[in-house]
């Protein structure tokens, strides 16, 4: 398959990529500073761009998303803005614009993460954000068929725990290989409106 990975030079899209390239797909690389191809997702007349430069494709997979992690007192209107401008509207805008480009029976594969499910202290932007990416792809999912969207919701990353593991007590990691294999089950299999938890 040809296949658009948003977000490749993060943690989460070098695993994917090599995941998904190491299968025989053939992936181009998409990100703001790097890839081969150089777009910004939060803005609308980004994401048309980079459909444009694309061309046709058989699957859009999607590995970034960003949000302010912040105490709920100091979260001001902004930004939860901030959450929905930067992992919600980029993500469905990728849905959104890329029906018309992508193959009749193509996929979408966005990110979401654990706290739409297991929320943590200054995490409420990013627990409402996952939570409207997830009810989103269920939504899309009645609406696009037979083209499909399905949505990868991952805990802490194992590769991460030194960093982010004291956010999340008790929680258990997921290798990373595990996540990536989500992502192939998203974009090789026949499932549409899931949200796959590696």
Same mark, same amino acid.
């Given at each position: 398959?040809?296949? @658009?990975?948003?977000?490749? +030079?993060?943690?989460? #899209?070098? =695993?994917?990529?090599?995941?998904? $390239?190491g299968?025989?797909?053939? !992936?181009r690389?998409?990100?703001?500073?790097?890839?081969? @191809?150089?777009?910004?997702? +939060?803005?609308?007349? #980004?994401? =048309?761009?980079?459909?444009a430069? $694309?061309?046709?494709?058989?699957? !859009?997979?999607?590995?970034?998303g960003?949000?302010?992690?912040?105490?709920?007192?100091?979260?001001?209107?902004?930004?939860?803005?901030?959450?929905?401008?930067?992992k919600?509207?980029s993500?469905?805008?990728?849905?959104?614009?890329g029906?018309?480009?992508?193959?009749?029976?193509g996929?979408?594969?966005?990110?979401?993460?654990?706290?739409?499910?297991?929320?943590?202290?200054?995490?409420?932007?990013?627990s409402?954000?996952?939570?409207?990416?997830?009810?989103?792809?269920?939504?899309?999912?009645?609406?696009?068929?037979p083209?499909?969207v399905?949505a990868?919701?991952?805990?802490?990353?194992?590769?991460?725990?030194?960093?982010?593991?004291?956010?999340?007590?008790?929680?258990?990691?997921?290798?990373l290989?595990?996540?990536?294999?989500?992502?192939?089950?998203?974009?090789?299999g026949?499932?549409?409106?899931?949200?796959?938890?590696?």
């Amino acid at each position: 398959m040809r296949i @658009l990975l948003i977000g490749a +030079t993060g943690k989460l #899209g070098a =695993a994917v990529h090599k995941t998904l $390239a190491g299968r025989g797909h053939e !992936v181009r690389t998409v990100g703001r500073s790097a890839g081969d @191809l150089r777009h910004d997702i +939060t803005d609308p007349a #980004g994401v =048309a761009a980079l459909y444009a430069a $694309a061309g046709p494709v058989d699957a !859009v997979v999607s590995a970034a998303g960003d949000v302010p992690f912040k105490p709920l007192a100091d979260l001001a209107p902004e930004d939860y803005l901030k959450a929905f401008h930067g992992k919600v509207l980029s993500q469905i805008d990728l849905v959104r614009q890329g029906v018309q480009h992508i193959a009749e029976r193509g996929s979408f594969t966005l990110i979401t993460g654990v706290l739409s499910r297991e929320p943590i202290p200054a995490g409420a932007a990013a627990s409402m954000a996952n939570g409207a990416v997830e009810a989103f792809v269920r939504a899309a999912a009645i609406e696009i068929a037979p083209q499909r969207v399905n949505a990868v919701s991952p805990s802490v990353f194992t590769e991460s725990l030194a960093d982010y593991g004291d956010s999340f007590p008790g929680m258990p990691p997921v290798n990373l290989s595990d996540v990536a294999q989500a992502y192939v089950r998203s974009v090789e299999g026949a499932q549409t409106g899931q949200v796959y938890i590696p």
